[in-house]
């Protein structure tokens, strides 16, 4: 049953479609990959997708009810939780602190969501700054606390963006093992990268977009040597 | 778990340093008896008022108005209003006044929701102007710059000032609990990226409307005690200038923090008492200090402090087996 369903989603700025009716779906406990050259749109859909940005035309549906066009906030409750490709935390608050806000404000209760961070804190290594501003934390330990905010409820669709980039090997390993766990556990997720051997590895499916539309969807090692996809990436072969 | 979520001891700490800051307040009297220092101090604690409910805004939901004063003032003049054409005295006029403020600051926070820094801080200070002309030249109504009478309350100036220091401990230990539970992180999410909070499921709309109606009533209640303590209301209440003295008593005593505000208004407004001699020098010294503390000291007096008690306790002292 198809959990999440995009369906000729359109979004040009100015003159440029960043994004051309676009159109896949996810089902539910899927682990999707979506990949594509710089400016193919994927950051674009995952705004879309997270509320932060409204499509000039075509529809979202999760769980067969149409989203288009609800505020972040909502699609937060909803379960549609993402992560920013530029890392957004809290820096002013500690790093339990910054994952307090994610539990509390899905309504988790305040001693259930102390746990749960805990556990998430532990789960991911960052127990030695838990009580460290975010603002004091590495570009890594950042990407793992954002990470784990989406966590701290499981969300019915996890969307995201880049989460490996300019991130040290080791804490790649920490946020792949978690992912693949809660795959296996049934979790759905939604996942932008250009790091390719860990779409291979991670991702059983994966969506590859140019210039706004989707040019391949299919298995994953079928859409890396899909001649389409090759010649996105590296441009035409010279005559 | 022990004492409430989120980073609690801090806050526990700031609220104990407001609450002996307070309790000195609390036994000042016995020392100073002369009725025109009691009455500085009341007018300080009216200060410490706006400056807690500035922090609100600017402090925990990083929302930067120029309106405290102007909010002050609607409180006034609520009270003032129906004091002078129905007579009512505080019983009424103080709950209206707290009513009538946080009306208007609930419409105009949904006005500003999307603005942010100087957009919000243009268009709160143009509401603050229009608000201090339209009192100020309805005349037939408000008798404009000629003020009003206000009936006082009592007839000593000290029930007064311990009527004014309840209330800004009320309002204090109000505002610990609010933090302290879930409202603390949430604004505190909003102050530090509005759209990371709304992407966590925050309801960014209803929390700051939430914040900005209740820092509005909160200068609402200010103005209308002190109307009742002056036994009279103008439009200079709502003075930019004044709002600026609110806001240099934040930045001085520490934005951000719970102890700052009170502390802060405290020491501006009595040490502004010596200098009012030298005409408006104040200004300029105010103005000056906040500069060195918005380049220099960002967490004001408090932090000041605390980098100060952090550096006593790391002094080398013999090692003990107990460190670590």
């Known amino acids: 049953m198809p959990c999440l369903v995009i369906d000729r989603v359109s979004k040009s700025f100015g003159g440029v479609k960043a994004l051309d009716a676009a159109s896949f779906s996810l089902d539910a406990g899927e682990l999707v990959g979506l990949i594509g050259p710089n400016g193919s749109g994927k950051t674009t859909l995952i705004n879309i997708l997270s509320g932060h940005l409204a499509a000039d035309s075509g529809s979202v549906a999760l769980d067969d009810e149409p989203i288009s066009g609800l505020r972040p906030e909502v699609l937060a409750r909803r379960g549609v939780l993402r992560m920013f490709q530029l890392t957004r935390a809290f820096p002013r608050m500690s790093a339990l602190d910054n994952l ?79 992912i693949r766990r809660r795959h296996a ?55 | ?103 208007i600051g609930l419409a105009l926070g949904r006005i500003v929701l999307r603005l942010r820094g100087p957009y919000l801080a243009l268009t709160t200070l143009s509401f603050a102007e229009i608000m201090r002309l339209v009192i100020s030249n309805s005349i037939d109504f408000t008798r404009g710059d000629l003020g009003l009478n206000v009936l006082g309350i ?18 204090q230990a109000g505002l610990y609990y609010l933090l302290r539970a879930r409202a603390g992180l949430y604004l505190r999410a909003i102050r530090d990226d509005e759209i990371a909070a709304a992407s966590r499921g925050v309801k960014i709309v209803w929390w700051k409307t939430f914040a ?32 600026g003295i609110v806001i240099s008593m934040v930045v001085i005593g520490g934005l951000g923090t719970l102890v700052g505000p009170v502390g802060g208004a405290l020491l501006v407004y009595v040490l502004s008492e010596f200098l ?38 790391a002094r080398p002292v013999a090692p003990s087996p107990a460190a670590k």
């Open chain 2, 212 to 243: 900005f109606t209740l820092s509005a009533a909160i200068c609402g209640l200010a103005g209308a005690l002190y109307g009742h303590f002056a036994q009279f209301v103008s439009p200079e209440l709502g003075l930019l200038s004044q709002t």
């Open chain 2, 1 to 103: 778990m022990a004492g409430g979520i989120g980073t609690g001891d801090r806050l526990r700490a700031e609220f104990v340093a407001s609450f002996v800051i307070l309790l000195l307040v609390a036994v000042l009297p016995a020392f100073v008896t002369n009725a025109y220092w009691q009455g500085v101090v009341v007018v300080s604690m009216y200060f410490a008022l706006l400056a807690v409910a500035w922090n609100i805004l600017a402090g925990y939901t990083g929302q930067f108005s120029l309106a405290p004063a102007a909010f002050g003032m609607i409180g006034a003049y609520t009270t003032g209003l129906l004091s002078y054409y129905y007579g009512t005295g505080a019983a009424i006029g103080v709950p209206a006044a707290i009513i009538v403020s946080g009306g």
């Open chain 1, 100 to 178: 307090l806000v994610a539990g509390c404000a899905l309504g988790l209760p305040q001693h259930e969501a102390h746990a749960r961070a805990l556990g998430l804190i532990e789960d991911l290594r960052l127990t030695r700054i838990m009580h460290l501003d975010a603002a004091q934390l590495s570009g890594g330990q950042l990407k793992l606390l954002e990470f784990g905010s989406c966590f701290m409820v499981p969300p019915r669709i996890a969307l995201l963006d880049e989460p490996f980039a300019a991130v040290h090997p080791t804490l790649k390993e920490i946020m792949a093992g978690f």
């Open chain 2, 276 to 313: 009012r001699d030298v005409g408006n020098a104040q200004l300029v010294v105010f103005a000056f200090l906040v500069i060195v503390f918005a380049r220099f000291f960002r967490q004001g007096l408090w932090g000041l402090l605390l980098a100060a008690v952090g550096f006593w306790r």
């Open chain 1, 185 to 239: 556990a049934g979790q759905t997720f939604l996942l932008v990268s250009h790091d390719m051997p860990v779409i291979v590895e991670l991702c059983p499916r994966t969506v590859c977009m140019n210039a706004g539309r989707v040019i391949a969807d299919e298995a994953t090692r079928a859409v890396l040597a899909d001649p389409v996809v090759i010649e996105a990436y590296l441009g035409e072969a010279a005559i």
């Open chain 2, 154 to 171: 009592f007839e000593e100036r000290l029930a007064y000032y311990y009527l004014i220091l309840a209330v800004l401990f009320a309002v």
